[in-house]
């Protein structure tokens, strides 16, 4: 799960980080009241959960509260992406005399965390890893045993020089080790770590990436969740327990398992057909996931034709055909709709479908070619 | 043979008494697995059609000798499943619990990897050895006895390739789900090398996915150390970046992971990938009857070097040859239970 920087940073501080002053603003007006009560010059950061903000003009400096009003009433609406900003971050703004990065993420095939620093931060690191990838210092900890103080005194001394930024830089790392594992994060990004004139190490940014799942032990972060309008549909299916990503094709796909639902996309563009959606339902054989399947691909107004694919081990087929013969009652579909069953109780699930007049196929490939035919767009 | 699971499994179901947990063992048990024991906490000196339940693992490892173990907890309790197996002395733990955080997993992984402990899953449909016995949840009866090693990081996907093989009556030796998962107790290289040591394996399908790089480092891999025949199939072409397909472990991030990236890892060390499920089986049935071709030209040339079953097979033919050449050639050729009694007796050949 992605979540804002706003809420990013105060996690950072239940930790230990420091982070500048600041809050939330959803309009111009708070935006401006928020730079007032600060006091002193603010930055006014788009709140989004894309990367490149700053180049796209979502962030700005901002020397007097009229000037944070105009920029906040500017950025507010803006278009980064694709993505609509509804609010924006009100921070005291820090001078900097040094930008550094800091970041963790699982090494997946080390199977550890690994954390990563770079003396040059504030940019994108992505960027710096192709390009200069000796650059980026690493360091694989163990997970049973956690972080060591000499590991992330070896890592600060790795990008500092003066012993006293380098001291407080090893904490906020200890620190940001702390926050990766308790808070069940997949990634925890500071970048960039500045260095003030005064001396002080501060996280300028915050940014942090739950693991969907871990969510179960951390109640409160559900709340943290920002759905954006164009992902309602995935977030009503994953309530729902169906995992969902729209795209941007013609034929609407629900398939039992990930691996199948991916490969049955596939396997819909290998046959000059576009698919709409990536659709899993899951095991369980529940009429109801269907239902609620067939009502989110149903919404999207490109789709011409829609296929299942259901291999049945634990999801019963005959399951799946009430649930089919349920919705299209439900919905009266105007596009056509074709039906793979095969594994466990395949007949009885047949023969639910034939009763009911639905389409039928028998195999993968068939479902496939026979949804492109009747969605006519090949 | 064929690998993790044969006939001296005896399993033990942990959550034997929940919805999954009761449904999968009864299935397994009429598969033909030795389903010993079940562990629910609390209902133990219960049963389950004949199946003794015990309070804990280490107490049914104890009554019932119990070697698998078959994890059919909730998430939330997996991570303790697990760890509780391990310490009871289990060998090999098939976790199907989905949903197990990704940073309890490190944990895992590197605790298991200490006590020399083989995990499969979490988030995984089992493993099967056709015929023999199975642990997890794959429907026994589209499987087929026979040489055929599966390896795949999904469920569904793998019984639809499966359900193709045999239908063209290719058997497997055995089919192993190791997980959706980015953090996974055995991966592809595990798996790639059990069955290029396994002498009823002829042939490797190899069924990967989007996100992270196993399907990279099997590729490494496969170039190094696997002599049989590897067939592939990458899941996820039409996959977009930065969305997680389902598995926790499909997602292309940083822009790599993609499926392209895999398919040119696998065909650059002269693994065929199949362009659709179904075509994984022509592929598979081309190499064999490759294979067969090679193994019936060569009968005759009693070359030490190639995989184990062709010097079990041409062994009549070759047997006087390879006993005055090479016996150490001929014991690395053969497979572990063997080889301890074939490098015995030729030492004892030897005094």
């Known amino acids: ?175 940001l080790y702390r926050c990766f594992m308790e808070a069940d994060a997949s990634l925890v990004e500071i970048n960039p770590l500045v260095t003030t004139p005064s001396g002080n190490v501060v996280a300028l940014d915050a940014k942090v990436n739950l693991d969907d799942n871990g969510l179960y032990r951390h109640p409160d972060f559900e709340k943290l969740r920002d ?26 796909c629900v398939v039992n398992g990930a691996g199948l639902a991916m490969a049955t996309m596939d396997l819909v563009k290998h046959y000059g057909g576009e698919p709409a959606n990536f659709l899993d339902i899951g095991g369980s054989s529940n009429p109801d996931k269907v239902v609620t399947a067939m009502r989110i691909i149903l919404r999207d107004p490109n789709v011409k034709a829609i296929l299942f694919n259901i291999f049945g081990g634990i999801t019963r087929c005959d399951d799946v055909a009430h649930g089919i013969v349920k919705a299209v009652s439900e919905f009266r579909p105007s596009v056509p709709i074709v039906v793979r069953l095969t594994g466990t109780n395949e007949a009885e699930g047949r023969a639910i479908l034939a009763k009911a007049q639905i389409q039928s196929a028998e195999t993968m490939v068939e479902v496939v070619t026979k949804a492109i035919a009747l969605a006519g767009v090949a | 043979m064929g690998i993790f699971v044969d006939k001296k499994t005896r399993v033990v179901v942990q959550g034997i008494t929940g919805r999954d947990g009761s449904f999968h063992a009864r299935q397994m048990k009429e598969y033909g697995t030795a389903v010993v024991a079940g562990v629910t906490p609390g209902k133990g000196g219960t049963g389950l059609e004949g199946i003794p339940i015990f309070n804990s693992v280490a107490e049914a490892v104890e009554k019932t000798r119990a070697n698998t173990s078959v994890i059919y907890v909730p998430a939330s ?42 995990l499969i899953g979490p988030n995984c449909p089992g493993v099967i050895t056709p015929g023999v016995t199975k642990a997890g949840i794959m429907p026994g009866q589209i499987h087929k006895k026979g040489s055929v090693g599966v390896v795949s990081r999904s469920g569904t996907l793998t019984y639809e390739i499966v359900y193709n093989l045999t ?45 992270g790089s196993d399907e990279e480092e099997a590729a490494a891999f496969i170039k190094k150390y696997v ?18 397909m389902g598995h926790a472990g499909a997602i292309i991030s940083g ?18 990938v199949a362009q659709t499920p179904a075509q994984v089986a022509d592929l598979v049935e081309k190499k064999l009857a490759a294979l067969y071709k090679k193994k019936a030209a060569k009968k005759v040339i009693a070359k030490p070097k190639p995989a184990a079953k062709k010097s079990v097979k041409a062994k009549s033919i070759i047997k006087k040859a390879v006993r005055k050449a090479a016996p150490a050639k001929k014991t690395r050729a053969a497979k572990p239970a063997k080889v301890k009694n074939s490098k015995l007796k030729a030492r004892s050949k030897k005094k």
Do not use: W
Not at chain 1, 131 to 138: A, F, L, V, Y
Not at chain 1, 157 to 175: C, F, H, V
Not at chain 1, 228 to 248: D, I, M
Not at chain 2, 175 to 199: A, R, S, V, W, Y
């Open chain 2, 77 to 118: 309790a997996a991570v303790d499943a697990i760890y509780e197996a391990a310490d009871a002395g289990i060998q090999v733990i098939v976790c199907i619990s989905e949903g197990v955080p990704a940073n309890d997993m490190l944990k895992v992984y590197n605790y298991l990897k200490i006590k020399g402990v083989r």
């Open chain 2, 167 to 211: 239908a063209k009556k290719i058997g497997q030796s055995t089919c192993i789900g190791i997980g959706g998962d980015p953090i996974i107790g055995t991966n592809f290289i595990d798996c790639l090398k059990e069955f290029q040591d396994d002498p009823q394996t002829e042939a490797i399908v190899v069924i990967g996915e989007i996100g």
């Open chain 1, 1 to 175: 799960m992605k979540i804002h920087e706003y809420q990013a940073r105060e996690i950072f501080a239940s930790f230990g980080i420091p982070v500048p002053k600041g809050k939330i603003a959803f309009s111009a007006d708070e935006a401006r009241n928020l730079a007032a009560e600060i006091g002193r010059p603010v930055m006014v950061k788009a709140q989004v959960h894309v990367g490149g903000r700053g180049k796209a003009g979502g962030i700005k400096y901002c020397a007097t509260p009229d000037e944070a009003y105009r920029n906040a009433e500017n950025i507010i609406g803006m278009n980064i992406k694709g993505l609509i900003v509804r609010k924006v971050l009100v921070t005291e703004a820090t001078e900097i005399s040094h930008e550094a990065y800091v970041g963790i993420i699982v090494d997946r095939s080390a199977k550890k965390p690994v954390i990563m620093v770079s003396a040059e931060g504030g940019i994108d690191i992505e960027e710096v890893a192709a390009k200069t990838p000796e650059k980026i210092h690493k360091l694989h900890v163990d997970p049973i045993l956690g972080i060591k103080s000499y590991q992330a005194r070896q890592l600060a001394y790795r990008i500092y020089s003066d012993p006293e930024t380098a001291k407080q830089a090893a904490g906020i790392i200890m620190k």
């Open chain 2, 255 to 272: 822009g790599t992971g993609t499926a392209p990236e895999k398919i040119k890892a696998f065909e650059a060390v002269g693994v065929p």
């Open chain 2, 227 to 244: 002599t049989k025949p590897v067939v592939g199939f990458i899941a996820g072409l039409t996959a977009p970046a930065d969305k997680r």
């Open chain 1, 227 to 252: 759905v954006a309008p164009q992902e309602e549909s995935e977030n009503e299916a994953r309530e729902a327990g169906l995992s969902f990503v729209g795209l941007s094709g013609n034929i609407g």
